[in-house]
């Protein structure tokens, strides 16, 4: 099956500062990623949908201008958490959308920490 | 709007069957997926309904029903190994919307 690869799996940053995380599809095009968060013992929430070439769509709820998200090329999408904070600390997710006969690819996860 | 309803906890004993289900209601509905969800990992793929009907996977199997809104996924021969949550999901290209998943414990 397809493969998405998110790096870096683990991340610990100091209160205020940025991180960025990338999803990369490495043996398929993805004109379109998914981004979901995930709190402990809470389902997927879906924070907003990248697509290559256009603005992201935001969910409700959901910060643009904290939590920016640029889908570069066909098989790279990123999250940036600008200026975190400890409430942002998090399980970061990332899958391509499902085909017609197709599963929706998870990347592997990013575990935020925020200090 | 998404509405994805399922239990939130189930306990099974080892060996026997059980039976998770799930009730949605969703626009832009193309099908349903199960997937498994070990604690701290990402999901893992288990099922992917578009017709109404069971689909069997080894000891996985799936049901849905378009009509009533409706599917579960049943776990025969439980093991041990399969302690963990099921997240059912709803919809398609456009949107996929989870449920709060269904943390299953199986005793010996």
């Known amino acids: 099956g397809a493969v998405v690869s998110q790096h870096p799996s683990r991340v610990i940053c100091k209160s205020g500062t940025s991180v960025k995380i990338e999803c990369r599809s490495l043996d398929f095009q993805a004109t379109t990623m998914f981004w979901y968060r995930q709190f402990p013992k809470q389902s997927l929430m879906l924070m907003a949908t990248?697509?290559?070439?256009?603005?992201?769509?935001?969910e409700q709820g959901v910060e643009k201008d904290k939590f920016l998200i640029n889908h570069a090329s066909l098989t790279l999408s990123t999250l940036t958490v600008t200026s975190a904070h400890p409430e942002d600390s998090s399980f970061y997710i990332c899958s391509a959308p499902p085909g017609p006969d197709t599963e929706a690819f998870f990347g592997q996860g990013t575990r935020l920490t925020v200090v | 709007g998404q509405n994805i309803d399922q239990p939130t906890e189930m306990t099974a004993t080892e060996g026997a069957i059980v039976q998770i289900n799930c009730t949605y209601q969703?626009?832009?509905?193309?099908?349903l997926f199960w997937y498994q969800q070990h604690a701290g990992e990402a999901p893992t793929f288990l099922s992917y309904n578009v017709l109404d009907g069971l689909e069997e996977k080894g000891r996985f199997s799936s049901f849905l029903s378009r009509s009533k809104g409706y599917s579960y996924l049943l776990l025969k021969e439980l093991q041990m190994k399969d302690s963990a949550s099921y997240l059912c999901?709803?919809?398609?290209?456009?949107?996929?919307?989870f449920g709060t998943g269904t943390k299953l414990q199986v005793i010996p």
């Open positions: 999901a709803a919809g398609g290209y456009q949107k996929v919307t």
């Open positions: 969703t626009s832009g509905f193309n099908g």
């Open positions: 990248s697509n290559e070439g256009s603005k992201a769509t935001y």
